[in-house]
């Protein structure tokens, strides 16, 4: 499949997420999850020339969309090393930072890849080809109570316990090696009404565990809140529960866990305030253009002021 910048993947509530920026002359921006450069172009269309962007992302397929741009930097690598990155590059604070998180179209519509039940194809869902364990040695080589555990914890499944039970009796006849060896070892379990929403968790927690997905959202979270400038936003877009109740902590709390820090005067204290106090999802032309967009949420906050 032939790719290219325009459809690796459709930026998703690209004039919201770009005007939540709030874009500073002179300032330093990152977009955490480059992808197709789709919200970095918005980025730098928006930036004058004193400014500088930095993209990040791991997968080796998004260095084929690099901008060619004396302001932006492309970075390889997970965005969890966001803080090492910018010490590297001698960027001691930013004024802003945009995260897309979840999958680019690309990855689902790249059958080779493993990312959807829609394709026969090897268990990989690696966003980093070169490191790392697959989906199928996640599959094949843990045991029964870890993998009921990644299917509880990362897709919400209440019959985790059952699915495990089920995945570990076929892979004694023959290893899962492709989607659909999964799809077979486990489709007794789901109801007709739900299969493929349930199939899609399945899915989804798996490709949480084979990336590392929550740990690196948290580092690169925390790792934000200590880079921002006062007045700098923070910027993210997430579509499933997991990582939207972590985003909607940190915001809160300062802290994933949400585990609130109060002052003697009971108020609590974070070194973030929410800009929008509800949470911004597309409009209905958007969702009905790019599906992708229909579990999307944006929130967006501002660095309070600090003694640094």
């Known amino acids: 499949m032939t790719t290219t910048a325009d459809t690796y993947h459709v930026p998703v509530m690209l004039n919201e997420s770009i005007d939540g920026l709030a874009i500073r002359p002179g300032g330093v921006y990152v977009d955490v999850t480059f992808g197709g450069g789709g919200h970095s172009r918005g980025i730098l269309a928006g930036m004058d020339g004193g400014s500088r962007l930095f993209g990040f992302d791991q997968d080796a397929d998004a260095e084929a969309n690099i901008i060619g741009d004396e302001r932006f930097t492309f ?62 040695d996640v599959l094949n080589k843990y045991d029964e109570g870890r993998l009921a555990d990644v299917l509880y914890l990362y897709g919400e499944l209440r019959n985790s316990r059952r699915l495990a039970a089920s995945i570990v009796k076929a892979r004694a006849a023959k290893p899962i090696a492709t989607t659909q060896d999964l799809i077979d070892a486990t489709a007794p379990l789901f109801k007709r009404e739900r299969e493929k929403k349930d199939i ?53 709390t300062g802290n994933a866990e949400g585990a609130a820090r109060q002052d003697l005067y009971g108020r609590t204290e974070t070194p973030l305030a929410a ?30 002021d600090d003694d640094r």
């Open 200 to 252: 899609a968790r399945m899915f989804q927690a798996l490709r949480i565990e084979v990336n590392h997905e929550m740990d690196a959202l948290r580092e690169m979270l925390q790792a934000a809140i200590e880079l921002l400038k006062p007045g700098g936003r923070l910027v993210v877009i997430t579509y499933h529960s997991l990582e939207d109740r972590m985003v909607k902590n940190i915001i809160r």
């Open 75 to 136: 970075v390889r690598s997970n965005f969890r090393y966001l803080k090492n990155w910018m010490r590297y590059y001698g960027v001691e604070r930013i004024d802003g930072l945009l995260a897309d998180l979840g999958v680019s179209s690309h990855h689902f519509d790249d059958a080779a890849r493993g990312f959807s039940f829609r394709f026969d194809a090897p268990l990989d869902m690696r966003m980093n080809k070169r490191d790392g364990m697959t989906a199928a």
């Open 275 to 304: 800009v929008n106090n509800k949470v911004i999802t597309p409009s209905a032309d958007e969702m009905e253009a790019n599906p992708r967009s229909r579990s999307a949420k944006l929130r967006i906050a501002e660095r309070k």
